[in-house]
């Protein structure tokens, strides 16, 4: 059995616990990954404060040449990291691709550092004095990152939080944890010193050593609401800095106006593909008015059916399968819960079985109509292939339903009527927001974050704000008197005259 290890210049002794790793696609263990503990994270600790000094003190043009380094590396290895990828988590390899992608215009942002890091500077702010800033680096900073990107989050965190000078410890998740490994052993080949990436795997045990651990002032999270949550609260009551990201549920409202086809097109791709498995997937569709959620509705149905669900190697497949068979049975529950809650299940994709890999993790594609703001599974989160229509009569509605969910990560609308799209995107209640754009990810010069139970904590991931996570200002106030008397009175707050 292949066995997966922390990445660390230290050994790290033989691990008293250890996770499976599924291959999703065959329902077969492919590897076990060791699960650290406190002990360990000590380690991972002393090696990261013994690195960091010097890399802070490397000049930015070094440590962006690095960054260059690592990007050029991550592009030479695409092909293999995505395999890695597709075959620990179950999405399909062009779109792990994608999600090696993401990761790398995050890496390639970072290559600017030198600029981004210039600060600001006023000349003569009043007599003789001239103000200053500087951004400086935290120390050690943390990642602890969902399953659903493991390429593209870790980089989201650790290339600005590097970049900037920090040491990183990561903490990917337990269920394809092969690729930050990779990650990492590409960083050092990049010419990055041994220590300063450091890949710690674990569960609840890891993070909360992480947690609490007094030389960590910053810790950066990406998972599900209920733990964000925690994660924020426990990490501030040790006075950490700390971004955490949740679940979501986003909707695609779809306007009278809109150009179906194009939704169709636009809505099975944010619906159905990586198997849903997306926090900005677009799960419930929003159709204004009876006649846009007929025709919308007929349109969908032969879309769906032409969906091709495969191993997440075949070249072929749409989606592939969920990442665990305990996640498979939560999606199907849920299915069970809208049609107990009075959903109709148009397409039922519970029970999928794919020929020659019965055991896989499979789910098809499912699509409920008359789904209500008062049902659970419009509530919650379900994470898998199910689209649910919820009919709003007008315009209004549409934009207070996103609005009013608890969740508030990314939001679209479809239509062709430039004004309501304006209106829409000013009034609406989420973070990101796309128009005419399924997925709305900003690029990486811009920055990511959701809102509401999406987002706990009020600094975006990556771009400028991600360099003001990973960092702290410093504001300099200098005065060089040129030995005149000034008049000054040193019993009154200094002003500037
Ligand atoms: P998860 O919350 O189960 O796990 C995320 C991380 O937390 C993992 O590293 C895991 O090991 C750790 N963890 C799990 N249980 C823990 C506990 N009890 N205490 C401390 N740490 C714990 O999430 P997941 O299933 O890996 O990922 C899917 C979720 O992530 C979905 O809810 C999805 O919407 C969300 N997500 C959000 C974003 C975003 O940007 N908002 C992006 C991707 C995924």
Excluded at 55 to 70: D, I, L, S, Y
Aim: proline share 7%.
């Amino acid at each position: 059995m292949r066995q997966i290890d922390h990445f660390m210049p230290t050994p790290s002794p033989a691990p008293a616990r250890k996770a499976q790793v599924w291959n999703p696609s065959t329902g077969e263990i492919q590897a076990e990954v060791a699960l650290g503990d406190a002990a360990l994270l000590e380690q991972a600790v002393a090696t990261a404060k013994s690195v960091q000094p010097e890399w802070a003190a490397t000049n930015p043009q070094k440590r962006a040449r690095v960054m260059f380094k690592f990007k050029e590396l991550i592009e030479e290895n695409m092909q293999e990291l995505a395999e890695l990828l597709s075959s620990e988590h179950g999405k399909v390899v062009d779109d792990a691709k994608g999600d090696v992608q993401r990761g790398l215009e995050v890496i390639e942002f970072a290559c600017g550092i030198p600029q981004v890091l210039k600060g600001e500077y006023t000349p003569g702010a009043g007599p003789g004095i001239d103000v200053y800033s500087m951004r400086q680096p935290l120390g050690i900073g943390a990642g602890i990152t969902p399953f659903n990107f493991p390429a593209m989050i870790p980089m989201w965190m650790f290339g600005m939080a590097i970049a900037a000078g920090n040491a990183f410890i990561l903490k990917p998740s337990e269920r394809d944890p092969s690729v930050p490994v990779r990650l990492a052993e590409l960083f050092v080949e990049a010419g990055a010193p041994e220590g300063l990436l450091q890949v710690v795997h674990g569960d609840k045990e890891m993070v909360d050593a992480i947690l609490d651990h007094p030389d960590i002032p910053a810790i950066s999270f990406v998972g599900s609401s209920d733990i964000a949550n925690y994660i924020y609260h426990r990490g501030a009551e040790h006075g950490k800095r700390v971004q955490a990201f949740g679940g979501a549920k986003n909707h695609g409202i779809v306007m009278p106006d809109a150009d179906l086809d194009q939704v169709v097109n636009d809505l099975t791709g944010a619906a159905f593909g990586s198997a849903g498995e997306r926090c900005m997937a677009l799960p419930v569709v929003v159709p204004v008015g009876e006649d846009t959620a007929n025709r919308l509705r007929e349109k969908l149905l032969p879309a769906i059916a032409a969906l091709r669900i495969g191993v997440s190697n075949d070249p072929e497949a749409h989606y592939g399968p969920v990442v665990t068979p305990e996640h498979k049975a939560r999606i199907e529950q849920w299915i069970d819960t809208a049609e107990a809650e009075g959903g109709e299940i148009v397409v039922d994709g519970r029970g999928f079985s794919l020929q020659g890999h019965e055991d896989g993790f499979f789910v098809g594609p499912t699509l409920i109509d008359h789904v209500t703001p008062q049902m659970s599974s419009y509530q919650e989160e379900i994470f898998g292939p199910v689209l649910q229509i919820v009919r709003a009569k007008d315009f209004e509605e549409a934009v207070r339903l996103p609005s009013e969910h608890q969740y508030g990560n990314g939001v679209a609308i479809f239509t062709r009527n430039g004004h309501a799209a304006r209106e829409f995107a000013s009034r609406v209640n989420v973070g990101m927001v796309g128009i005419n754009v399924p997925i709305p990810v900003p690029v990486s010069y811009h920055s990511f974050g959701g809102w509401k139970r999406s987002g706990f904590g009020d600094i975006d991931q990556y771009g400028t704000e991600g360099l003001a996570f990973w960092t702290k200002k410093k504001k300099v106030t200098q005065r060089w008197p040129d030995g005149s008397p000034d008049g000054g009175n040193a019993f009154v707050i200094p002003t500037m005259g």
